[in-house]
């Protein structure tokens, strides 16, 4: 089955500077990698996604940037301001019955 | 409108007792799963059901028991409880098909085993 990793586990950042967190995914059938982002007590909610057949795209402040034949997808945070500090997950899945893996999430704390 | 909706956010509890857990969504979609998110953070799938069908079953414990009496419900239900279980349990639902869709999640429902 699927097995995604994501790196760091923590990450700390200077308000205004970038953050950038990476994963990595085992089964070269996945083809849809969301980033969810999850506030302390509130719910894991979708932040950008992308697939398989894109390479790279962005919503204003964040971006993901995807490398299917290394298997390995980022998201970058620009210009970051505290309250972007959550844990963010990353996930892979294959379309139609494949379930959501989860990478073991990040956590990012940005200091004013 | 609440998309997905958990009930109860708390649930305090002894252990070896019963206790069950319910989500509904109002987004029409096909499938529902059950997340388990311990105190590392870990989001750990659990079920997924498929229209009513059983279509994911992870390595959880029997004491585990899904029901999905229509696609835009579906319920937990967890017998002998133990110190263990103690986590959030994040209810999630989603479209399947050619273009997999986000993942909505539920408020959560906190669950502290005594």
């Known amino acids: 089955g699927e097995n995604v990793e994501q790196h760091p586990s923590t990450l700390s950042v200077q308000e205004g500077d970038s953050a950038v967190i990476k994963c990595t995914y085992s089964?070269?059938?996945?083809?849809?990698f969301p980033w969810y982002k999850q506030e302390l007590g509130k719910r894991p909610q979708l932040i950008i996604d992308?697939?398989?057949?894109?390479g790279e795209k962005k919503d204003q402040r964040i971006a993901v940037t995807l490398n299917k034949t290394a298997k390995h997808f980022s998201l970058h945070i620009t210009e970051t301001q505290p309250e972007d500090s959550a844990v963010y997950f990353c996930?892979?899945?294959?379309?139609?019955?494949?379930?959501?893996?989860f990478g073991a999430g990040t956590q990012v704390v940005v200091t004013p | 409108d609440t998309a997905v909706s958990q009930t109860p956010k708390y649930l305090v509890t002894q252990m070896g007792n019963d206790k069950s857990i319910k989500c509904e969504q109002n987004?029409?979609?096909?499938?529902m799963y059950w997340y388990k998110q311990d105190s590392k953070k870990f989001l750990k799938i659990m079920f997924s059901?498929?229209?009513?069908?059983?279509?994911i079953n992870e390595t959880v414990p029997n004491r585990f028991s899904p029901k999905s009496p229509d696609k835009a419900h579906l319920n937990l239900h967890i017998n002998s409880l133990e110190l263990g279980d103690s986590a959030v349990y994040f209810c999630?639902?989603?479209?399947?098909?050619?273009?997999?869709?986000?993942?909505?999640f539920g408020e959560g429902s906190r669950l502290t085993v005594l």
């Open positions: 999630a639902s989603s479209q399947v098909g050619l273009n997999t869709g986000e993942l909505f």
């Open positions: 089964d070269s059938a996945s083809n849809y």
């Open positions: 059901y498929n229209n009513k069908e059983l279509i």
């Open positions: 987004l029409g979609h096909d499938t």
């Open positions: 996930a892979a899945k294959e379309d139609s019955w494949g379930k959501f893996q």
């Open positions: 992308i697939r398989s057949n894109v």
